[in-house]
C-alpha cells in the first residue's frame, strides 16, 4: 500500500475558478502535511504545510486535514495560468520519513 | 542566504566514469536530503543525513555513495552507474530531523548515463 494517493489528472480548470486537490495517506502516525508545486523540468517549491485538523489559508491557496479521514486537500481560489504545474502532497513520518504522493497535473485553461 | 545549491547543473557519464554531485546550504539545517527523480513520477527519497550522521538509506545500491563531510556540504559519489540511473537528483535540507517545517530544494542536477 503506497504512503501516499493522489489522483495523477490531469485536472484542468478555467483561469478564475476554484481548484480543488485531494491526497489520502495511509499511516496514522502522519505528522505534518505539505504540498509542494512542480513546474516541468524544476525542483519542487513548498506552497503550505498543515499540522492541525481544519483549515489553513495562505493568499489564494486553502489547505485542509482531517486526520480521522487520513485525508489532506488543496484549494486554489482565482486560479491562474501561472498555476499549471504538478502539485505534490508531502507526508512526514515518525523517524524523519518524509514522502510524496505521486503527483496532480493542474492545467489552468485562460 | 535560503537557498540549496547544487552543482552541477547538467551532468552527462559514461558507465566506466566516477563522479560526484554537490550540495550546499548555509539556512543551518540540520538535516539533508538526497531524492532521485524519474520524469513524470515524484521523488523517491535516498538517503537522510541528520546532524551529519546518515540516518536513512532506502536500500540504494552501493554505486551511489553519499558523504556529508560538514553540516553545509552534501555529496553524491557516483561510481559505474547504469543508463537507468539517469533522473533528476534533488538535493534538499530541513531545520530539524524529525520535526519537519517542509524542505527546501535545490534545483537539481540533471543525470544522463551514456
Known amino acids: 500500500q503506497k504512503e501516499v494517493e493522489q489522483n495523477s489528472g490531469p485536472l484542468s480548470v478555467p483561469e478564475g475558478a476554484i481548484a480543488s486537490l485531494n491526497c489520502t495517506y495511509s499511516?496514522?502516525?502522519?505528522?505534518?502535511f505539505f504540498w509542494y508545486r512542480q513546474y516541468s523540468g524544476k525542483s519542487p517549491e513548498l506552497i503550505m504545510f498543515?499540522?492541525?485538523?481544519g483549515d489553513k489559508e495562505d493568499g489564494r491557496f486553502t489547505a485542509q486535514l482531517n486526520k480521522a479521514s487520513q485525508y489532506v486537500s488543496l484549494l486554489i481560489r482565482d486560479s491562474q495560468p501561472s498555476d499549471s504545474a504538478t502539485y505534490l502532497c508531502a507526508v512526514n513520518l515518525p523517524g524523519n520519513q518524509f514522502y510524496f504522493g505521486t503527483g496532480t497535473s493542474l492545467t489552468v485553461i485562460p | 542566504d535560503t537557498e540549496v545549491t547544487q552543482t552541477p547543473k547538467h551532468l552527462v557519464m559514461g558507465m566506466t566514469n566516477k563522479k560526484s554531485l554537490k550540495c550546499e546550504q548555509h539556512?543551518?539545517?540540520?538535516?539533508m536530503y538526497w531524492y532521485k527523480q524519474k520524469a513524470k513520477k515524484p521523488p523517491e527519497l535516498m538517503f537522510v543525513y541528520s546532524y551529519e550522521k546518515l540516518s536513512i538509506n532506502e536500500s540504494v545500491p552501493s554505486r551511489f555513495s553519499p558523504e556529508c563531510p560538514n553540516s553545509s556540504l552534501l555529496n553524491l559519489h557516483l561510481h559505474a552507474l547504469q543508463p537507468e540511473d539517469s533522473a533528476l537528483y534533488l538535493c534538499a535540507s530541513s531545520q530539524e530531523p524529525g520535526k519537519s517545517y517542509g524542505y527546501t530544494f535545490g534545483s537539481g542536477t540533471r543525470l544522463t548515463v551514456v
Open positions: 498543515i499540522y492541525s485538523n
Open positions: 499511516d496514522r502516525g502522519s505528522q505534518s
Open positions: 539556512m543551518g539545517h540540520r538535516a
